[in-house]
């Protein structure tokens, strides 16, 4: 590969991960059109560069390719957002209940490190580093799980949930509330209590399905 093309490859990435963002907070809606030029003048790039950082969203669901529009937001139906939440729980909880506990104190360690980012970015309501850090936070405590396709699996779905977080993650009270949870997750997997590990980790996804599916029925 060469330098130019690694370049190029940094540009999609980076690109995909800003519109990402926007997507996730709210910046682009459901439905909103992403179009090539407006994405070209906006980032300043060449059109194969942009459409590389719309190939990489949409490999993660979050976009749908319309013919003759181009690239939209997805807007995901009631039924949809039920069934993506249904298999997050099952991958969630299972790879919890797989995690070795009670956790050996560099791994606690390193979840409280993980986690005190979050707490910085809700404690100044910043919500696209909530974002970030709620993602750091979750691959870290996941990546404890001994089955590394059960993993992958929850990554990708974690991911196709994108375009459903927007609804939720600006609410400060979701917000305390999820860092509450995180905090909780810590010290039941510290202490071994793996009941309350998966009940907790089951628990922590319904606030941004409610929020989606009240917002998805509001004319």
């Keep these: 590969m060469t330098e130019a093309h690694m370049i190029e490859d940094t540009d999609a990435e980076t690109i995909s991960r800003q ?5 996730v907070l709210g910046r682009i ?4 059109r992403l179009p090539e030029d407006g994405l070209m003048a906006r980032f300043g790039v060449k059109r194969h560069v942009v459409r590389r950082a ?3 969203l949409a490999a993660t669901g979050v976009l749908d390719h ?26 969630e909880t299972a790879a919890a209940a797989l995690i070795p ?15 005190a980012p979050h707490d910085a970015a809700v404690a100044a309501g910043d919500a ?6 709620n993602l750091a936070f979750h691959r870290q405590l996941f990546a404890l799980c001994p089955n590394r396709f059960l993993v992958e699996a929850v990554e990708a779905a974690s991911a196709r949930a994108h375009g459903i977080r927007f609804a939720a993650l600006c609410d400060p009270a979701a917000m305390e509330q999820a860092r509450g949870d995180h905090h909780a997750m810590i010290a039941a997997a510290a202490e071994g209590r793996r009941d309350d590990l998966v009940r907790l980790c089951r628990d922590h996804l319904p606030a941004s399905r409610a929020a989606y ?6 004319p």
């Design 19 to 23: 519109l990402e963002e926007d997507i």
């Design 54 to 56: 719309l190939q990489q």
């Design 101 to 115: 506990l009670p956790l050996p104190e560099a791994e606690v360690a390193a979840l409280r490190a993980a986690q």
């Design 128 to 133: 696209a580093a909530v974002f970030r850090a």
């Design 29 to 32: 809606l459901p439905r909103e």
């Design 213 to 218: 599916l009240a917002y998805a029925v509001t």
């Design 66 to 91: 319309v013919p003759n529009k181009g690239a939209q937001v997805r807007a995901f139906s009631p039924d949809e957002v039920r069934e993506l939440y249904a298999l997050r729980d099952l991958l």
